[in-house]
Nanobody, 118 residues
Framework: QVQLVESGGGLVQPGGSLRLSCAAS????????MDWYRQAPGKQRELVAT???????NYADDVKTRFTISGDVAKNTINLEMRNLKPEDTAVYYC????????????WGQGTQVTVSS
């Protein structure tokens, strides 16, 4: 089974930067968009950013001036450039691919930990 694999997480000081990457272990056909989500301890998973097949992007309000999503949905590879990180950005970050066949065919990665602390 094809999997999504995230990388690039780690510990960073407030104000610092990190770049996350997500790639599929094989080719996933029929994907129309890919997302980054995050889940902080004790909180629900939330959508951070989306990149569509045509390259258009969307962001959550609290990250839109600091995060940049990029990549190639057709190649099942996306990145998340995070700048001016804050302690409240601390979470496990997940990538997701959205299938044209419906959400039951979506793929999720295993997550990568991002910790923002001095």
């Amino acid at each position: 089974q094809v999997q999504l694999v995230e990388s690039g997480g780690g510990l960073v000081q407030p104000g610092g930067s990190l770049r996350l990457s997500c790639a599929a272990s094989g080719r996933i056909a029929g994907i129309y968009a890919m997302d980054w989500y995050r889940q902080a301890p004790g909180k629900q998973r939330e959508l951070v950013a989306t990149i569509n097949f045509d390259g258009s992007t969307n962001y959550a309000d609290d990250v839109k001036t600091r995060f940049t999503i990029s990549g190639d949905v057709a190649k099942n590879t996306i990145n998340l450039e995070m700048r001016n990180l804050k302690p409240e950005d601390t979470a496990v970050y997940y990538c997701r691919s959205r299938s044209t066949r419906g959400p039951q065919y979506d793929n999720w990665g295993q997550g990568t930990q991002v910790t923002v602390s001095s």
